[in-house]
């Protein structure tokens, strides 16, 4: 009786160490690109959402006189091209803006980089919308 009560206290250690190892989340981050009007500019600014604490990092890419900026539609999506909140970087070329949320385990986040006047409130040269997980 004492081997299968050893057994059994073995097996159930063994299981609890790989519960307490595997990860709490498996969200998925994503990165988007907008679009740049400058010939010596790939792109105009990358817009990331980090799974890992739910950041939101919006970087200007171009020395270009105008800002980054980027969407963010969060689950349950929005419709005909809806969002729910937009993020500036009116910094310089190099600048990046760092946005904290709180999301649940699970929810769909897409972002969408471009470009913009930060005082007039006009963007344009979207890249595409990508899709990852909180």
Same mark, same amino acid.
Request: charged residues 15%.
């Given at each position: 009786?004492n ?12 299981? #609890? ?7 709490? =989340?498996? &969200?998925?981050?994503?990165? @988007?690109?907008?679009? +740049?009007? *400058? ?9 990331v ?20 900026? #980027? ?7 929005? =419709?005909n &091209?809806?969002?729910?909140? @937009?993020?500036w970087? +009116?910094? *310089? ?42």
């Amino acid at each position: 009786m004492n081997k299968f009560r050893i057994g059994g206290i073995t097996v159930a250690a063994v299981a #609890l160490i790989a519960i307490a190892g595997s990860p709490a =989340s498996a &969200g998925t981050s994503v990165t @988007s690109y907008g679009g +740049s009007t *400058k010939t010596t500019c790939d792109t105009s600014s990358k817009g990331v959402f980090d799974h890992d604490g739910d950041w939101f990092r919006l970087t200007d890419t171009c020395a270009d006189h105008m800002s980054a900026v #980027l969407k963010v539609d969060v689950a349950p999506f929005q =419709s005909n &091209g809806g969002y729910d909140f @937009s993020i500036w970087n +009116s910094g *310089k070329a190099g600048s990046t803006k760092d946005v904290n949320k709180n999301y649940a385990e699970g929810t769909g986040v897409c972002i969408q980089a471009g470009m913009g006047e930060f005082s007039s409130g006009e963007w344009a040269n979207w890249g595409y919308w990508t899709c990852g997980t909180a």
